[in-house]
């Protein structure tokens, strides 16, 4: 005797009888995405290949020299390699150390604005600054710390930051805060949303005090969130942009400035040396990749085996 089927198995049936009775209308509006993401993700690393190659632009891809592994070992006994790597961990790392913090603060503070229209305003400000192009905010930068800008006016100084390299990465890292913590809080904000105010009742009624609060219920409430969001930042570590250190350089400040992604830049669109140019990129892409499982595995360890 066959056992009736459990609600939630019954379920599945149906849904799955669906899908193949309407499978058309599945690949219409899939078709579109998986053809996309082929066609500009997938075919265009067959152009690695580049990175293993004496490319030449007159040979193209098939005619050109195969050198294996030449590419990468030049990157890695060159001169440059150790200013580079020490460049771009430095600008990542401390970027990341800086700036994880600030959006869980900011959405801690804005869970206890209680007024809806002050909260919206306050809200409004501080995302503000995520709509505002890189290139924008670089110009920004320039004309606030240059020698007649209004921060050297203000100072009664007229030292131009931006050709100190020692200046350079602080100046990288505050921007960077300053424009996405309040974008990076939505996240937050409304994982704190969703807690129970018959909790928040009971911290009140027990005599809790605003830290105990929130060492108590709202950053158990964010841990998850925090541990998923420091995975994904650490996976990015190698894989900061390239358009802000860029717009932000200068030949006085190009010993702190210059890093992987800049320097692959000048390398493939000014120079044209695209086989080593592309070694150098799909070196950085390799770190990232290895650096993401590693950090995902230590932080499983010490998170009771909550990872990605």
């Known amino acids: ?75 890695l006994s060159s001169t440059e390699f150790p200013r580079l790597m020490a460049n771009t961990l430095k600008l990542s790392v401390y970027g990341l150390l800086w700036g994880f913090f600030p959006p869980i603060i900011l959405a801690i503070l804005l869970s206890r604005v209680r007024r809806v229209g002050i909260r919206k305003k306050i809200q409004l400000l501080i995302y503000a600054p995520n709509f505002i192009s890189v290139i924008v905010l670089a110009g920004m930068i320039i004309a606030f710390l240059s020698p007649v800008g209004p921060i050297n006016a203000a100072l009664g100084t007229q030292s131009n930051l931006m050709t100190d390299p020692n200046a350079f990465r602080p100046i990288y890292i505050i921007s960077g805060i300053w424009q996405g913590a309040g974008w990076a809080s939505i996240i937050y904000t409304a994982a704190l949303s969703g807690v129970s105010g018959d909790l928040v009742d009971a911290c009140n009624i027990d005599g809790a005090s605003l830290l105990q609060q929130i060492r108590h219920v709202d950053l158990p409430t964010l841990k998850p969130i925090m541990v998923i969001q420091f995975i994904l930042s650490a996976g990015q570590i190698m894989n900061i942009g390239f358009e802000k250190a860029l717009a932000l350089q200068t030949d006085l400040n190009r010993a702190a400035s210059e890093i992987i992604p800049t320097y692959v830049y000048r390398l493939g669109l000014e120079i044209g040396d695209y086989g080593y140019s592309t070694a150098v990129g799909l070196f950085n892409a390799v770190i990232n990749v290895v650096l993401l499982l590693t950090v995902n595995a230590i932080v499983s360890k010490l998170n009771d085996g909550e990872g990605l």
Do not use: C
């Open 1 to 75: 005797m066959s056992l009736p089927k459990l609600p939630d198995a019954e379920t599945r049936h149906k849904k799955l009888v669906y899908i193949k009775n309407n499978w058309q209308l599945y690949v219409f509006f899939a078709l579109p995405a998986v053809l996309l993401t082929f066609i500009f993700k997938y075919i265009p690393m067959g152009g690695l290949a580049i990175a293993f190659e004496d490319y030449n632009n007159r040979l193209g891809i098939f005619g050109s020299e195969w050198i294996w592994f030449e590419n990468f070992q030049r990157f």
